[in-house]
């Protein structure tokens, strides 16, 4: 088992997103290493994109395996989503977040740190003690609603009568919602009537080539209508933005240029450890 897992993990950056081992062998790792306290939370910048100031944060789980090192979640979100370990793995991020945010604002204050955002599965929404666990770990950290960030899928939102419920329940608290990977699903639009996002944030897909122009038939323009179409939705219903996945200054021109004001991604900042949010955070309130 232990030559399969070091052939099979691949480093997360490289986005493999078969899960090697069985599945029913991987739920049970999964709950051992949650026992364990295997689990680690890193956390990605989110970026103003004239001038690179940290506004935020996105949560991203890790798993510190014993011995195949750290696995990214492409590798085992899905199996704990299958066997429900999403639940109590997402009680952890969300009490990690909450905890640490909370941490960051006493020590930088109000303006260094608007928000910090996590990752919320389907799963996690249909849970009916979800609501219940979120107003909890905000009065335990300290957190103010206004601060936290729930990411969810389009999805995960088109679930029915009890996700909705959940979601605009949050919404009420003041909690944030922000529509990830947006564009990538079917019904993008007419869920944003239902929906109560705050949050728009256009999927890596679209910024991807955003900046070429190689002479060939697909123009820049072309490369740029979804990003183009998705700002002027935000704007129009008075929704913020996220662009994500951005890899180069050039995307960072392109996306200024149709109006983001917002980005995050391997240029602005990659995922790292509470510890690295702190410095990034000192060296802001010296500047
Ligand atoms: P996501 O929510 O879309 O998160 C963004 C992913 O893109 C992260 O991968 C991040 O490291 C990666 N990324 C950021 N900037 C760039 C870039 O410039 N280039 C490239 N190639 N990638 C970039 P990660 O951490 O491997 O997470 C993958 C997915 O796993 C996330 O996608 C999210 O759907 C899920 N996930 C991560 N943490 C959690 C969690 O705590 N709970 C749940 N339910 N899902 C999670
Ligand atoms: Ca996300
Ligand atoms: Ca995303
Ligand atoms: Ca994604």
């Given at each position: 088992a232990k030559e399969r897992g070091k052939a099979g993990f691949?480093?997360?950056?490289?986005?493999?997103?078969?899960?090697?081992?069985a599945h029913m062998q991987l739920g049970g790792e999964l709950r051992r290493a949650l026992e364990n306290d295997e689990f680690r939370v890193v956390y990605q910048p989110i970026v103003r994109?004239?001038?690179?100031?940290?506004i935020g944060v996105e949560a991203l789980v890790r798993w510190h395996h014993p011995v195949r090192g750290v696995v990214g979640p492409a590798e085992f979100i899905p199996a704990a989503e299958r066997t429900g370990l999403i639940v109590p793995l997402g009680r952890f991020v969300l009490r990690e977040t909450c905890g640490q945010a909370s941490a960051w604002l006493a020590e930088f204050?109000?303006?260094?740190?608007?928000e910090a955002g996590l990752n919320v599965s389907a799963r996690q929404l249909h849970d009916p003690d979800f609501v219940a666990e979120v107003t909890a770990a905000l009065t335990d950290s300290g957190?103010?609603?206004?601060?936290l960030v729930l990411e969810v899928t389009e999805s995960a939102v088109l679930r029915g009568q009890q996700v909705s419920r959940a979601l605009h329940e949050l919404d009420r608290m003041g909690i944030r919602l922000a529509l990830d990977?947006?564009?990538?699903?079917?019904s993008s639009l007419s869920l944003l009537r239902a929906f109560p996002a705050a949050i728009i944030k256009l999927d890596k897909s679209f910024v991807?080539?955003?900046?070429?122009?190689?002479?060939?038939?697909?123009t820049p323009d072309a490369r740029q209508a979804v990003a183009r179409a998705v700002i002027q939705l935000a704007g129009a219903l008075g929704l913020a933005t996220v662009a994500e996945g951005i890899e180069s200054a050039e995307q960072v021109a392109v996306l200024r240029e149709l109006g983001y004001t917002v980005g995050q991604g391997y240029f602005l900042g990659e995922p790292m450890t509470a510890d690295g949010v702190s410095r990034l955070l000192a060296v802001q309130r010296k500047a």
């Open positions: 691949v480093r997360y950056a490289d986005g493999m997103r078969e899960p090697v081992l994109l004239d001038d690179g100031r940290l204050g109000p303006e260094a740190l608007a957190l103010p609603c206004e601060r990977d947006f564009g990538t699903g079917e991807d080539g955003i900046e070429i122009d190689d002479g060939g038939p697909v």
